[in-house]
């Protein structure tokens, strides 16, 4: 018995609308993939020695992720004093404490067990994004 010829060229369109889908989906798949692994957040490591920090001045970029390192053998901790948030990490003597700093402006970091332990830490906003526009050709 013969086909139709409108039911095969519906058959045809359907299965190419299906074929269209699939690719467009894994293209969206694949772009989000590269997006996120193009936007890894930058990162310091601040060292805590017995009764310093090294470095004592940092500057970083809004949205760096900070790991204090503890590198020495006295306790401490690390107390923002001053500064667009407040934050005060457990006393620890090892190990590591990690914050992300999201708000721009100078953070005055001591270590309340130890006087004289300080830290500066300036946060700069991030750099704007160039445009993504694209101008139009003039008439």
């Known amino acids: 018995m013969a086909q139709h010829p ?34 890894t957040p930058p990162t310091k490591t601040i060292k805590l020695g017995d009764n310093f920090y090294s470095p004592s001045k940092v500057t970083v970029a809004a949205g760096t992720v900070v790991t204090f390192q503890w590198t020495g053998s006295n306790t401490h901790n690390v107390t923002v004093v001053k500064g ?21 402006g100078t ?11 300080n830290l500066t830490l300036n946060v700069k ?3 704007k994004a160039p445009s993504t526009s694209t101008p139009t050709p003039s008439s």
Do not use: E, W
């Open 84 to 104: 667009p948030q407040k934050f005060t990490s457990p006393n620890q003597s090892d190990g590591t404490y990690v914050r992300t700093f999201t708000k721009a």
């Open 125 to 127: 906003k991030p750099p």
């Open 6 to 39: 409108v039911s095969t060229m519906l058959r045809r369109l359907l299965a190419g609308t299906a074929l269209l889908a699939v690719t467009l989906a894994g293209v969206a798949v694949g772009t989000a993939g590269a997006t996120v692994a193009s936007q």
């Open 107 to 117: 953070y005055k970091i001591v270590c309340t067990l130890h006087p004289g332990m």
